[in-house]
């Protein structure tokens, strides 16, 4: 069974472009969540999507977007750039959404605005 | 709120046990979960705490007391390969929330 996979694995972007990062969920997962890891900040929530629908999103500015298709392959976007934008993206997904589900991580796409 | 508070840093020697600690606030507690992670690498789910108790599987075990807010990953006769971060989290309601991690160096 193939795990989560997250393109592109690095990225160069400079300020104030905008950069789509795409994940694919474990076969029949349908839930996927985005998290933004840094050094000094550590591991934290962006959103989830379920079934096409925004379930949930975390402190981030309206820059970041993302979205879920039908297949539950999911997007993230960010616009206009930031140099603090620059960070590994993590995807993780879950069988479903809920309280006890294990989440499954993707190797993540590391960012860098320059 | 949602504050998790680990060590920042932890060393060892390779053979021994190490115990790492992590406190939550238990608001809206609905499971304590530990992961793994290589430098450069994703997250590797290692273990899952909801009710009191320790869990045993093979080298690691996780404790929780959901009454103190307080759990701990002890890792038994440490290899090399245990060198990671390890972090400790909390999926209030629908999505995670991690703590800071624990970078432990194991040492020959």
């Known amino acids: 069974k193939a795990g989560v996979t997250q393109t592109p694995r690095y990225l160069i972007k400079t300020r104030g472009q905008q950069v789509t990062l795409s994940c694919s969920p474990i076969?029949?997962?349908?839930?996927v969540s985005w998290y933004q890891q840094t050094p000094g900040q550590g591991l934290q929530f962006l959103f989830e999507?379920?079934?096409?629908?925004?379930?949930n999103k975390g402190n981030f500015p309206g820059r970041f977007s993302g979205r879920q298709f039908s297949n539950s392959r999911s997007e993230m976007n960010v616009s206009t750039l930031e140099l603090g934008d620059s960070a590994l993206y993590l995807c993780?997904?879950?069988?479903?959404?809920?309280?006890?589900?294990?989440?499954?991580f993707g190797q993540g796409t590391r960012l860098t605005v320059v | 709120g949602q504050n998790i508070d680990q060590p920042t840093e932890m060393t060892a020697t390779e053979g021994a046990i190490v115990q790492i600690n992590c406190t939550y606030q238990?608001?809206?507690?609905?499971?304590l979960f530990w992961y793994q992670q290589h430098a450069g690498e994703a997250p590797t789910f290692l273990s899952y705490?909801?009710?009191?108790g320790l869990e045993e599987k093979g080298r690691f075990s996780s404790f929780l007391s959901r009454s103190k807010g307080y759990s701990y990953l002890l890792l038994k006769e440490l290899q090399m390969k245990d060198s990671a971060s390890y972090l400790c989290?909390?999926?209030?309601?629908?999505?995670?929330?991690f703590g800071p991690g624990t970078r432990l160096s194991v040492l020959p």
């Open positions: 238990t608001s809206g507690f609905n499971g």
């Open positions: 705490n909801v009710l009191d």
């Open positions: 999507y379920f079934s096409e629908t925004q379930r």
């Open positions: 076969s029949g997962h349908r839930s």
């Open positions: 993780a997904s879950s069988l479903r959404s809920g309280r006890d589900t294990e989440a499954f």
């Open positions: 989290a909390n999926n209030y309601g629908q999505n995670f929330v």
